[in-house]
């Protein structure tokens, strides 16, 4: 590990992204704030549509443009704002201090190229490698993230791979500069449960043997509770709940990070036992009210006032926040 295992690398504060539409600008994340560790792994959880991967492009600026814009607060990365950093500057970041693993691989990937040189792309692009040591660099890689006969695979394309080694070079490729941070959206949702735990065990073994921080953004708690160090509950646009792994397992304080535990397969429950689910969706951006977003959904009664004013995001215990709703957190 890092001997600066600990520090601060990241602080989000009052992240605002908006998207252009038919229907005026939305904002798809609004007023988010967290803080990723050296050295650790911060998990962000919620459905689809919460505004998880809109976040990680944000931090990235990978924004569809020119729809999407970052309306207001701060990306601060090693002291340096991210959001205000010329374009330039921003490039040699990208890839090689933060680098960022797909949701999908096999659109991550060129279909053209072969694996080899998708590598030595981002190799060359941020170091001085000649052709052959970025070629050796590039088998290298291959074989840590475990890719058996790197030397052959290197000269494949990516639909002669299976899933799991897809995901296995989008890993080589984010670490091939030896990042920092390593945002991973969702890496594991397409793959099978073998592979998928093949897939989190090696990103640990690297982040232990490197120490680079992870941003694991996932809809599945079972992923986080063996990966992560903190994790933030996102619903939409904004976090709701954010404390360590162990503290949001054995109390979590907000409704929707309860229903979100309540609704986890269980392996003691009776036979044909009805998985518990949360009623409804999450609203789509046009309709969110300015407070208590979770409110259409929850079972219990909300006052006027709970929707129409912003709530404030206390810290209830040492290091554990939760969006105030009395009604949501009582």
């Not at 080899?116 to 001085?128: A, F, P, R, S």
């Not at 074989?143 to 639909?159: N, Q």
Request: net charge negative; charged share 20%.
């Amino acid at each position: 590990m890092a001997e600066s295992e600990g520090e601060v690398l990241l602080q989000v504060r009052d992240l605002v992204t908006a998207f252009d539409t038919d229907q005026g600008q939305v904002a798809a994340v609004d007023g988010v704030s967290f803080d990723v560790r050296r050295g650790r792994t911060m998990g962000i959880v919620g459905e689809s549509g919460c505004g998880k991967s809109v976040t990680a492009m944000s931090v990235m600026r990978l924004l569809p443009q020119p729809m999407g814009k970052i309306l207001g607060g701060e990306v601060l990365f090693d002291g340096m704002n991210l959001r205000t950093l010329p374009a330039e500057d921003m490039r040699t970041i990208r890839g090689n201090r933060i680098s960022m693993i797909f949701q999908e691989p096999m659109t991550a990937l060129n279909p053209v190229h072969r694996i080899g040189k998708q590598i030595c792309e981002v190799l060359t692009q941020h170091n001085d490698y000649g052709p052959d040591e970025a070629w050796a660099k590039a088998v290298e890689m291959l074989d840590k993230v475990g890719i058996p006969s790197p030397e052959i695979r290197a000269t494949e394309y990516p639909h002669q791979l299976s899933g799991g080694m897809r995901q296995r070079v989008v890993i080589a490729i984010a670490l091939a500069c030896g990042p920092e941070l390593v945002i991973a959206d969702e890496p594991t949702t397409a793959l099978d449960v073998t592979i998928q735990a093949q897939i989190l065990e090696l990103m640990k073994s690297l982040q232990h043997d490197l120490g680079t921080s992870i941003i694991l953004i996932t809809h599945d708690l079972g992923v986080i509770a063996e990966t992560c160090d903190e994790v933030c509950v996102m619903y939409a646009g904004r976090i709701v709940e954010c404390a360590s792994a162990r503290e949001i397992f054995a109390n979590p304080r907000h409704a929707y990070t309860q229903g979100l535990l309540n609704s986890i397969p269980r392996l003691n429950g009776t036979p044909k036992t009805k998985l518990n689910t949360i009623d409804g969706m999450v609203p789509a951006l046009k309709d969110l009210k300015a407070g208590c977003r979770f409110a259409p959904r929850s079972e219990r009664e909300h006052e006027e006032s709970h929707l129409t004013q912003r709530l404030p995001f206390e810290e209830i215990s040492p290091n554990h926040w939760v969006e105030a709703c009395p009604v949501c957190t009582s």
